[in-house]
């Protein structure tokens, strides 16, 4: 699979099945941004984590000695791993700390913004849709609040 497949599966969903009407209506406007910015993203080849996280780091207090729990590694572009911190920053606070210090080093590298909003499109996308099929109904809310504010931050 290529990186751009994986990054436009949230088009094959079968939304209708895992979400109300209202909610419905909703993704699919986020999804139509998301679609826009897919467009913008190179096709890497790097290793992705695809979890990464303080739950799956160890430290020696000072640098980051091991990084465990590879079960959802894949190639593409590592910015996806950077985009989880800036996703799940508003929910936890070790996202947060990582996102500010990712907001502070690497907004250099090219097309930074429009990846990073695209891959925090990818990452809510996916979790409204799996916590929705689960009825998980507060995370699947959050994750859809939370993506129309990363669709909104595009405006």
């Given amino acids: 699979m290529t990186w751009r497949e994986f990054l436009l599966e949230p088009q094959t ?5 895992a979400l109300p009407t209202k909610e419905l209506a909703v ?6 941004t998301f679609l826009a910015l897919v467009k913008l993203c190179p096709e890497e080849r790097a290793l992705v984590h695809g979890d ?9 207090g000072e640098r980051i000695t091991a990084v465990l729990d590879w079960e959802n590694a894949k190639y593409g572009d590592p ?3 950077v985009a989880t911190a800036y996703f799940w920053s508003p929910w936890l606070e070790c996202m947060r700390e990582q996102a500010t ?3 502070d080093h690497l907004p250099s590298l090219p097309t930074y913004q429009d990846r990073i909003h695209c891959y ?7 979790e409204v849709y799996e916590t929705a099929l689960q009825q998980e109904w507060n995370i699947a809310q959050w994750a859809i609040k939370r993506c129309v504010e990363i669709a909104r931050d595009l405006c």
């Fill in 13 to 17: 969903y079968a939304w209708e099945r």
């Fill in 27 to 32: 993704c699919q406007e986020v999804l139509k």
């Fill in 52 to 60: 990464f996280g303080s739950n799956n780091v160890l430290t020696d």
């Fill in 79 to 81: 910015l996806f791993d």
């Fill in 101 to 103: 210090y990712f907001g």
């Fill in 120 to 126: 925090q499109l990818r990452i809510g996308l996916t």
